[in-house]
């Protein structure tokens, strides 16, 4: 267990210490993660379609992804992959969980996924999100010293869109954002808060536009003739660890990495080491749709920028004298 110094909150009038705890330290078994309420929370953090299943979470945390090596066939090709994933769950006092921080490292590429990331409804403010997770970043340099930073996929935003939707409320003075408004609007409040993070997005230096990486379904089960309409489009964004040395001079390295760590180290690999022979398929598939993404970046004169550039910064501060809450 580890302390988050200085933060307390009241709650059921009493001053509660928010400490965190960690699977595979503190956290030891399945019951034991159950019982804290952090799957309960996952749910009601994050839509149904951004999910994976508990099950998996719970296989991946406790048994699967805990830094030993694991070898299948896929065909006549022997492969392995190397991850250790952990979950740290923030509690107030010994209460169930009210934020939780999900992450993989990846021996291969020594890089750290974050998969999700995320504090209870009830408990945002004062800055307790920001440090809770530069507490959990602290705990995974302990664990991993040999990790070179942290890498991360967020949605992209349309500004176009974005600065039509403001425009709009600012003209009209409605407070009721129409249905398709709200997500739009929380892809650049999410990329903003890890920008204070100090996050920075791979672009393509001639139109300093970040570059989009395609995610495979998450389905093996799908026929092939579905998956498709389970693919989504992200940007990969990415946190150097505080005092490696500079990543900027092989951006086009590390985004090639960081492609091949997410979508095939963790991604694929942990799917298709569950049945070797049954998804062969989808092995096939989905290294082919990675591939295409790194031959059509290939030529790219890749870059580490700052993602609030290029008026994004000015739609935001537009969106925050609307003073419309808005939960992200």
């Known amino acids: 267990m ?14 509660q210490r928010l400490h965190i705890v960690a699977t595979r330290h503190d956290v030891l078994d399945e019951a034991a993660f159950r019982s804290t309420g952090v799957l309960e929370l996952y749910e009601e953090l994050f839509p149904a379609s951004e999910r994976d299943s508990a099950d998996d979470i719970v296989r991946w945390l406790l048994s699967d992804d805990v830094g030993e090596r694991r070898h299948f066939s896929v065909g006549s090709h022997e492969m392995s992959y190397r991850l250790d994933s952990r979950c740290f769950i923030l509690r107030a006092g010994a209460g169930r969980a009210v934020g939780l921080g999900f992450f993989t490292y990846d021996h291969a590429s020594d890089l750290i996924f974050c998969n999700h990331v995320g504090i209870g409804k009830a408990w945002r403010g004062g800055g307790l999100a920001r440090a809770f997770y530069r507490e959990t970043v602290a705990m995974l340099d302990a664990l991993f010293p040999n990790n070179v930073g942290v890498v991360l996929e967020v949605e992209p935003f349309d500004r176009d869109r974005i600065a039509a939707i403001i425009a709009d409320l600012e003209r009209t003075g409605r407070r009721q954002l129409a249905a398709d408004e ?112 790194l031959q059509r970046t290939a030529v790219a004169d890749v870059r580490l920028a700052r993602c609030l550039g290029d008026g994004a910064s000015a739609l935001l501060s537009r969106w925050r004298r609307l003073a419309i809450e808005l939960p992200i």
């Open 182 to 293: 709200p997500d739009e609007i929380r892809r650049l409040l999410r990329v903003s808060w890890y920008d204070k993070l100090d996050y920075s997005v791979f672009c393509d230096a001639r139109t300093m536009r970040p570059l989009a990486c395609r995610s495979p379904c998450l389905d093996p089960s799908l026929p092939t003739s579905d998956r498709a309409n389970g693919e989504e489009s992200y940007w990969l964004m990415w946190q150097e660890r505080a005092g490696a040395a500079s990543a900027e001079v092989c951006a086009g390295q590390l985004w090639h990495k960081a492609a091949t760590a997410i979508y095939v180290e963790i991604l694929a690999k942990s799917l298709v080491a569950a049945d070797p022979i049954g998804r062969r398929g989808y092995w096939d598939y989905a290294t082919a749709l990675v591939g295409q993404t």
């Open 2 to 15: 580890r302390v988050l110094d200085g933060m307390y909150r009241e709650a059921a009038g009493e001053l």
